[in-house]
T-cell receptor, first 110, second 114 residues
């Protein structure tokens, strides 16, 4: 069965901490992995990763994919309260199938 | 402004009363999809559409119908809602081959079935 598993499900840190969020997957015909940030409303797109070992970076956020071990990590350095959100991992596979993980709820305390 | 518009934002209804949640996008996207989001389960795909008159089931299609008569609209129909369909629903769209830019999501519809 195709699945996407995120860990941890919930995480509480203090401002300035660095966090690592994990996403592992088992799907047929993997195409790419996407990260989204969901605050109060709709998810917003962060990154898409297709190739192993190539880091995508945007400000304090970075992500990398390991297609051999079937996982990705999302790093956030020097966290701020505005980083508090649910972070969703999604995998695109087969032709146009997309499966989301359950999400990691990150809370950053001042 | 490029966007996906869902209506209504909030809806409380009774078991068995047919309802429609509308979704419209102004980006000329071919691909549209409906998801429901439940605590601990993430986003689960209900139905998707690759283009006009082309729809297919996602992971949790039972109890839902969709149609795609025009490119911009993709309504979600609950013929006989039940309490287990209480959830947060999102419509999303992207152009064919456009997953590199991710989905554009609507603002969500919070549905409560009593």
């Amino acid at each position: 069965e195709d699945k996407v598993v995120q860990s941890p499900l919930s995480l509480v840190v203090h401002e300035g901490d660095t966090v690592t969020l994990n996403c592992s997957y088992e799907v047929t015909n993997f195409r790419s992995l996407l990260w989204y940030k969901q605050e109060k409303k709709a998810p917003t797109f962060l990154f898409m990763l297709t190739s192993s070992g190539i880091e995508k970076k945007s400000g304090r956020l970075s992500s990398i994919l390991d297609k051999k071990e079937l996982f990705s990590i999302l790093n956030i350095t020097a966290t701020q309260t505005g980083d508090s959100a649910i972070y969703l991992c999604a995998v695109l596979y087969n032709n146009n199938d997309m499966r989301f993980g359950a999400g990691t709820r990150l809370t950053v305390k001042p | 402004e490029a966007q996906v518009t869902q209506n209504p934002r909030y809806l409380i209804t009774v078991t068995g009363k047919k309802l429609t949640v509308t979704c419209s996008q102004n980006m000329n996207h071919e691909y549209m999809s409906w998801y429901r989001q439940d605590p601990g389960l993430g986003l689960r795909q209900i139905y998707y559409s690759m283009n006009v008159e082309v729809t297919d089931k996602g992971d949790v299609p039972e109890g839902y119908k969709v149609s795609r008569k025009e490119k911009r609209n993709f309504p979600l129909i609950l013929e006989s809602p039940s309490p287990n369909q209480t959830s947060l629903y999102f419509c999303a769209s992207t152009r064919q081959g456009g997953f590199a830019y991710g989905y554009t999501f609507g603002s969500g519809t919070r549905l409560t079935v009593v």
